[in-house]
């Protein structure tokens, strides 16, 4: 048997040839760490494993795409994986209960994320270059930095395109640096 990169090699070129016990191969070879690897990224099992179910099924259609001179096999399923779990979030896809659920816990979440600026010494200079910053951008910084989100679950969670959030909170941590030197 040859090494394992080899083998998602040979058995990526076998999928591109329509060998489904080659797409078998790969799930049993990888599946676990992929699911590790898009629970991370999504911080839900369920949907974890609907995106590596997805990953699958663009694997089996894609896997002619796959050039070996461009990288390994492993990174190509591994970036299959990436993009669809972040996709995900980009997307806010997710069941109408679940997201009222979270949202509960959201409200509760970002409450205590905001006592902790009010918790601030009144004297505190920290807190007094929070208050100058637009609420916005505070709350992103906040949820960032106190709630320790991603920039996709801030901006999902305050309703605005993911590169307006990264943006803000880039912009606030500027204005922050700027008023605390």
């Not at 590596?52 to 299959?80: D, K, L, M, N």
Request: aromatic residues 6%; proline residues 2%.
């Amino acid at each position: 048997m040859g090494s394992w990169p080899d083998e998602l090699d040979k058995a990526l070129a076998r999928c591109a040839n329509g060998d489904r016990a080659a797409l078998r191969q790969i799930f049993d070879l990888e599946a676990a760490r992929l699911i590790a690897v898009a629970e991370r990224i999504v911080r839900r099992r369920d949907l974890a494993e609907e995106v590596v179910q997805e990953a699958f099924i663009r694997i089996w259609t894609h896997a002619h795409q796959y050039a070996p001179e461009r990288g390994s096999a492993r990174g190509w399923i591994y970036a299959i994986v990436r993009n669809r779990a972040l996709n995900l979030l980009r997307d806010g896809r997710r069941e109408q209960t679940v997201e009222e659920v979270e949202t509960l816990r959201e409200v509760d979440q970002v409450d205590e994320i905001m006592a902790a600026w009010h918790r601030l010494d009144r004297e505190s200079r920290l807190r007094d270059c929070l208050g100058a910053l637009d609420d916005i951008k505070r709350r992103g910084i906040l949820m960032a930095y106190v709630g320790g989100y991603t920039h996709g679950e801030i901006a999902g969670r305050l309703g605005i395109p993911l590169g307006t959030a990264k943006s803000w909170i880039r912009r606030g941590l500027l204005a922050l640096r700027e008023c605390m030197a």
